[in-house]
């Protein structure tokens, strides 16, 4: 398996031209799959399914979603939050609450619907501060 580009030095991505059962020796504790995983392994797995089904869809009863939501849509119920490192954003001050919108989210895609927070945040006349998927961060005062 090889490094590919994005990933911490020492993460793995699979060969598709190698079965992966052949790929994965006895040295992981656990594996985890970042797409739906029905395959079988000799060792335990994990998989998160960051997207949304078009189509009916079934998944493996290892899969976890990224919320209650987004389990429900897909008719499951098993979801862990998506975790963030505080150090990369800027720790938040919850015991000083402050008048202001906060986007948290891939801010190109268009499902996430930045521009409908811009928009209310301007009819607001309220601040709105965006943290997305390239770790941007934009306090901007909106009038």
Excluded at 2 to 23: D, F, R, V, Y
Excluded at 52 to 64: D, E, H
Excluded at 125 to 131: C, E, N
Aim: a positive charge; proline letters at 6%.
């Amino acid at each position: 398996m090889g490094n590919a580009k994005n990933l911490p030095s020492n993460a793995t991505i699979a060969n598709k031209n190698i079965p992966l059962t052949e790929q994965i020796d006895d040295w992981p504790d656990i594996v985890h799959f970042h797409r739906p995983y029905n395959g079988g392994l000799h060792v335990p797995y994990i998989s998160t399914e960051h997207g949304n089904a078009t189509l009916p869809t079934t998944y493996s009863r290892n899969c976890v979603f990224l919320s209650r939501k987004h389990a429900e849509n897909h008719g499951a119920d098993c979801y862990v939050y998506n975790g963030l490192n505080w150090d990369e954003y800027g720790e938040p001050n919850i015991a000083k609450p402050d008048d202001y919108f906060t986007f948290l989210g891939k801010a190109k895609a268009p499902t996430k619907n930045l521009s409908g927070t811009i928009h209310i945040t301007r009819k607001a006349q309220s601040t709105l501060r965006v943290i997305c998927g390239n770790r941007l961060s934009i306090n901007q005062k909106q009038s």
